[in-house]
């Protein structure tokens, strides 16, 4: 009998990449929808890339209880995904901290109801390192909610820090996957990936500089793998997974790799910080940029490598199939 996996948020970036390596991997693949109307885009996107006979969809929302057991109804394992990206400040950040902790705790209470073994968990670097000084971490760092990191570091922060306090002293185990930056080709039309809108601006000329920031990156088929390696690793129970570069790239060499691989309209401009914090006055998506300004961060991975197998893509050629797949 295959085992059955809940994926939350398949109809996103991340999400489309995860379903479809569990169902090429002989899982069986539940997925929540918003809106069972909406269920149409996933399902075409997934049909390329992998068998969808074992695929459906139930419609669930982070921020209402309706739905979540009956989601969970048989299901062995859990990946939980969905939670909202914005490049943007949101006016309120309560818009974007809301979804993420209610919804992470809404998720849990029903993957435990439900005898579910495991749970995966998509958090982020930004969820260990936002708010702190320019230096190495590793998987017991935790960012600084008290500084201003902004709306979505702090939204995964706080989700992340409810998820480990949800499962403590508990029989249900729980891995959390922490990706940097995620780039790569997309399935198909992700609504929320924020990455892809930044590609797509930048090789269409939409980017008129490039500000001074540097991230530790990973392809989006990577943390895909890794979180099916989290949920059949049985030495993965109860970890943080640092799923990024070791060391930061900077905005200007990914500018500087699409260049030379034809698309003439990425500028190499690169823009000071008094212009974004400028900007951020009146900009949402600079302001949501300034905490990284000038920050360098590099991280202790080795854990990734040991534990869950990672051979990572080489991220020259992520940003060059990612535009790609997107010009197309």
């Not at 998720?107 to 930004?126: D, E, F, Q």
């Not at 797509?200 to 979180?227: E, F, N, Q, Y």
């Not at 059949?232 to 060499?253: C, L, N, V, W, Y």
């Not at 000038?294 to 940003?319: C, H, M």
Request: proline content about 5%; aromatic content about 6%; some cysteine.
């Amino acid at each position: 009998m295959k085992q059955r996996v809940l994926v939350t948020g398949i109809s996103g970036y991340v999400g489309q990449h995860i379903a479809a390596q569990l169902l090429n991997n002989d899982y069986e693949v539940v997925g929540t929808v918003r809106s069972l109307s909406k269920s149409s885009i996933p399902r075409e996107a997934l049909a390329k890339v992998a068998p969808i006979e074992n695929l459906s969809f139930v419609e669930a929302d982070l921020l209402s209880d309706g739905g979540w057991n009956e989601a969970m109804s048989g299901c062995d394992f859990v990946m939980h995904v969905a939670s909202p990206f914005y490049l943007a400040e949101p006016k309120d950040e309560n818009d974007m901290i809301r979804p993420a902790v209610e919804g992470t705790q809404r998720v849990l209470a029903a993957a435990k109801n439900a005898g579910v073994k495991r749970v995966v968990l998509t958090s982020s670097v930004v969820a260990m390192t936002s708010g702190l000084p320019s230096g190495r971490y590793g998987t017991d760092a935790w960012s600084n909610v008290d500084a201003n990191i902004g709306a979505y570091s702090k939204s995964k922060t706080l989700a992340e820090r409810a998820a480990w306090e949800f499962v403590a002293g508990g029989s249900m185990e729980l891995v959390t996957i922490n990706p940097g930056f995620i780039l790569g080709p997309p399935l198909g039309v992700a609504g929320d990936g924020q990455s892809v809108s930044m590609i797509s601006d930048l090789i269409a000329g939409k980017m008129p500089m490039i500000p001074d920031i540097a991230m530790s990156m990973v392809d989006v088929r990577d943390v895909a793998r890794l979180h099916v390696a989290a949920l059949e690793s049985p030495d993965a129970a109860g970890k943080r997974f640092i799923a990024a570069t070791e060391q930061p790239i900077a905005m200007a060499h990914l500018a500087e790799v699409l260049q030379k691989a034809g698309y003439s309209k990425v500028s190499s401009r690169k823009a000071p910080n008094f212009a974004i914090k400028l900007m951020a006055l009146f900009d949402r998506e600079a302001k949501g940029m300034v905490p990284q300004l000038g920050v360098r961060i590099s991280y202790d991975n080795q854990a990734t490598y040991d534990i869950l197998n990672w051979e990572p893509t080489t991220l020259d050629k992520t940003f060059v199939e990612m535009a790609k797949a997107i010009s197309n």
